[in-house]
């Protein structure tokens, strides 16, 4: 089982950007990738997934235009660049690898290793 970490969280103000970091503790070269966060008091929600080869990617609605995900197979880590960031995307930030599917998923079940997350919150 992979181990994953995150990192990058932190209090930011709106409109502004943060690049949350996942670290894996061996090679994610055949996983798919997920990110998801949790608000407080709400259930877990998909924010976007790559693909083993980084070659697709899907963002969830709530958050296209302004997060990109991405991926450095040389530092197996994954990458989420979050701009123009609002109140309403505060949450625990969580990666999570898939190795039963190489074009990622937007299902939470389907992920097998998670990180312990961080924390982002946006506020003036």
């Known amino acids: 089982q992979v181990h994953l970490a995150e990192s990058g969280g932190g209090l930011v103000q709106p409109g502004g950007s943060l690049r949350l970091s996942c670290a894996a503790s061996?090679?994610?070269?055949?996983?798919?990738m997920g990110w998801f966060r949790q608000a407080a008091g709400k259930e877990l929600e998909f924010v976007g997934t790559?693909?083993?080869?980084?070659?697709?990617?899907v963002i969830a609605d709530a958050v296209k235009g302004r997060f990109t995900i991405s991926r450095d197979s040389a530092k197996d880590t994954v990458y989420l660049q979050m701009n123009i960031l609002r109140p309403d995307d505060t949450a625990v930030y969580y990666c999570?690898?898939?190795?039963?599917?190489?074009?990622?998923?937007?299902?939470?079940?389907?992920?097998?290793?998670w990180g312990q997350g961080t924390q982002v919150t946006v506020s003036s």
């Open positions: 999570a690898a898939d190795p039963g599917n190489p074009y990622g998923s937007s299902q939470s079940v389907a992920y097998r290793s």
């Open positions: 790559i693909s083993w080869n980084g070659g697709r990617t």
């Open positions: 061996c090679t994610l070269s055949t996983y798919s």
